[in-house]
């Protein structure tokens, strides 16, 4: 990776999953891949221009166009199950005609949260997981009877200050 801010980017995400393994991707490090066929509808290309949106036929047969989809969540550890609450997502490679190919990227994710590369490095610094303690059972009857509020879930990434 020549770009010392694409290298950055890739470092910070990949420190926010201490189990992540050398090699793999650094997000959507899980996924099942399928390969199938296109065809677009009637309509579509009222609505789009793209080739892959273009009825071909050949012999008066509408000619599909060969597909690799990958399903995967977003999530760089390759521990984490299917039922992590994470973002999915669905990349879509269309293979054309002359080696050339064009792909459709979709998320779960609403809208992107920063505005640039600065935040972003900051967002995957204050992502990055840290050690919750344990609490002894004792400690939270206590806590429960002098009316102290209980410790943050570990999942909010919150410690309690003393």
């Known amino acids: 990776m020549d770009d010392p801010v694409a290298k950055r980017l890739v470092d910070s995400i990949i420190a926010d999953f201490p189990d992540h393994e050398p090699g ?26 793209a080739e892959h949106f273009q009825i071909k036929r050949v012999q008066g047969k509408r000619v599909p166009i060969p597909v690799t989809v990958r399903f995967s969540n977003g999530s760089g550890s390759p521990k984490r199950h299917d039922g992590w609450n994470d973002v999915r997502g669905m990349a879509t490679r269309f293979h054309l005609a002359g080696d050339r190919a064009t792909d459709l990227i979709a998320m779960t994710l609403g809208e992107f949260f920063v505005r640039g ?15 919750v303690a344990r609490e002894s059972p004792w400690r939270k009857i206590g806590d429960m009877l002098s009316l102290v509020r209980p410790l943050a879930s570990p999942s909010s990434r919150c410690s309690r200050q003393e």
Not at 31 to 43: D, I
Not at 117 to 131: C, M, R, Y
């Open 24 to 49: 793999k991707r650094p997000i959507h490090t899980i996924g099942v891949g399928v390969k199938g066929a296109f065809e677009a509808s009637e309509v579509a290309r009222t609505y789009c221009i």
């Open 117 to 131: 590369v600065d935040e972003f490095l900051d967002f995957t610094k204050s992502a990055q997981q840290t050690t």
